[in-house]
């Protein structure tokens, strides 16, 4: 080829099929690159979770060593639902958790549930009941939902536990996680966060992160 007929060619550009071929390859590399950076993000994400619950469950163990071996109460309150068994204030007042500057705020520590803005993660354990922020907890009002033969041969059925003395599970705390469907039939009859099919599931991207420790002290959980 000429120089002529070389500059020629280059001054023609691309052609439209050309052009299209290019953009047909971009999108085809975005929508593989799009999911895989945001399953990366997402287990990222899990990751850190996973460590927090594994403070917090430090802290409530730092606690019950202080106190007899009793764990705090669960919170609840009718008033601030979306904000059903936050981390109880015990651990913020002995200094096991950080708090909050704004005393007054709907969350009792500044530890937030990075899968629930602006809410902190969960705990719930069968006892004790602090209902609306009341000053004297009601005796074995919290209940928790476990299945027969968990952790290990979990089953389709199970118990509410009311008494920490008598319950197979000690306390479970746990983030909602990717997708969390308020909807879900689990969550409406309050049968979680003990089963391990509300657990996150890597393939629909979707479940708690949990971390529950077990009578005899073993802890289980998503980690």
């Known amino acids: 080829m000429t ?35 945001q399953r990366a993000k997402e287990q990222a994400k899990i990751s850190v979770v996973n460590a927090e619950l594994y403070t917090i469950g430090l802290a409530l163990e ?24 936050q981390l109880p204030k ?17 969350m009792t ?7 629930n803005p602006e809410h902190t993660y969960k705990y719930v354990a069968p006892g004790d009941l602090v209902i609306n922020q ?6 074995n009002k919290s209940k928790l939902w476990i299945p027969d033969g968990f952790p290990d041969a979990e089953q389709d059925t ?23 469907d308020p909807e879900d039939q689990f969550v409406i009859d309050l049968r979680y966060p003990v089963p391990q099919s509300t657990w996150y599931d890597p393939r629909e ?15 289980r959980g998503t980690f």
């Open 3 to 37: 120089n002529k007929n070389r500059t020629s060619a280059i001054a023609h550009g691309f052609t439209l099929i050309e052009l299209l071929i290019v953009i047909a390859i971009l999108a085809l590399l975005l929508t593989i690159l799009v999911p895989a950076v």
């Open 62 to 85: 730092a606690y019950a060593l202080e106190n007899q071996n009793n764990f705090p109460p669960t919170y609840v309150s009718c008033m601030m639902q979306s904000h059903y068994f």
């Open 90 to 106: 015990e651990l913020v007042n002995a200094k096991y958790l950080p708090g909050r500057r704004d005393e007054f705020g709907p």
């Open 109 to 115: 520590t500044i530890l937030e549930d990075r899968f």
């Open 134 to 139: 009341a000053h004297n907890p009601v005796k």
């Open 158 to 180: 199970g118990e509410f536990y009311r008494n920490p003395k008598t319950s197979p599970v000690t306390w479970a705390v746990y983030s909602l996680g990717p997708n969390f």
């Open 205 to 219: 991207h979707k479940g708690l992160i949990t971390r529950i420790r077990l009578a005899n002290g073993e802890q």
